[in-house]
């Protein structure tokens, strides 16, 4: 065993021993215990949620852990804290069970239709209709509409995503603030719960309800699909339903 | 494709049934996709009014038919309402959110049942 982590260990032990008359004990123990988060996180990259939003959700288990360790058991903390940080991440999801079962023929499907209704709206001037889209793909309209719902069920909005932290220069390119103040104007009754967004949120909302812009229009002008604008004003619009009664 | 009637508990774990209900006959009526995500989400938000307004006490009724280029959809709930629609909704999100999605929307009273009635155009009019 390395000497880092002998003394890690020594730490560890010794913070767990003052947590109850110390208070900083605890932000200590959660700092020197955030790399393993880290690493268990990283093993659920590429299943459609934010590292950020997985470590997040693995540092609540690492409080947890903290809170339920009971030294005289003579555990190591970090044996007890693996299991309950990855729980906390597998439970995260299983409440978003949808986002990770979608079989792999309606991801791809998915994916080739995000990739064909740019160029069929290009090519027809207008957004494509579904029969439109499957015969161009060479698939059932069955098919289209299953893919399309299964891509709805992808990467929730993460709720606890800083406002500000995607988009910034799309936002400067497009002179985003002033279509924001826009939009606080036109839904003055949610003006609060509008500063919580993302950026990237509040510019779609803006798009489509303020500009008066189709969804299609919207993909083109930030650089992603429709099938992801689709999703951002869905879960969006829940949002602002949902914590605007919690604010009533 | 003639009327389609879905009913549904009024609760709002059902609202997405029919927002997803109307999103699938959106897609067979040959609208396009920005006008199925429209009809989508506008029925969501028309549930989630009524959710507001009349209370889940009963079942949610959704009718859709075709009608000329386009779609139709009166989104039913029973319930104790003094007033459909209330003052209030002329100020709401909901409202704005709907009138922002559909070609047409009107609030009616039918028989016992707050309504909402929206049209969404196929949208391949060039």
Known sequence: MSDSRTADKARTKQLLGRLKEDPTARDELVHLHMPLVEYLARRFRGRGEPLDDLIQVGSVGLLKAIAGFDPSRGLEFSTYATPTVLGEIKRYFRD????????????????????????????????????????????????????????????????????????????????????????????????????????????????????????????????????????????????????????? | MKAVVLRVPSAPAFVHFLGAHAAGLGARAGLTIDAIDDIRLAIDEAAACLLDHVGNHSEFVLEIMPRGDGLEAHLLLDGRFEEWPPPELESELARKVLVALSDEVSFEVRGDSAAIRIFKKSGTDL
């Open chain 1, 96 to 248: 978003h069970a949808w986002t990770i079962r979608i079989p792999r023929r309606l991801q791809e499907l998915g994916l080739s239709i995000s990739k064909t209704i740019p160029v069929m709206s290009q090519e027809l001037g207008r957004p494509p209709t579904v029969p439109e889209i499957a015969q161009s793909l060479n698939v059932s309209d069955e098919e289209v509409v299953e893919a399309m719902e299964a891509g709805r069920a992808y990467s929730p909005l993460s709720l606890d995503t800083p406002a500000g932290d995607d988009g910034e220069d799309q936002m400067a390119r497009m002179g985003a603030e002033d279509d924001s103040i826009k939009l606080f104007e036109a839904w003055s009754t949610v003006k609060s719960l509008l500063a919580k967004l993302p950026v990237r949120e509040r510019q779609v909302l803006q798009l489509r309800f303020v500009a008066g812009k189709t969804q299609t229009d919207i993909a083109r002008e930030l650089g992603i699909s429709q099938m992801h604008v689709s999703r951002l004003l869905g879960k969006t619009l829940t949002f602002l339903r949902e914590a605007g009664k919690d604010e009533d």
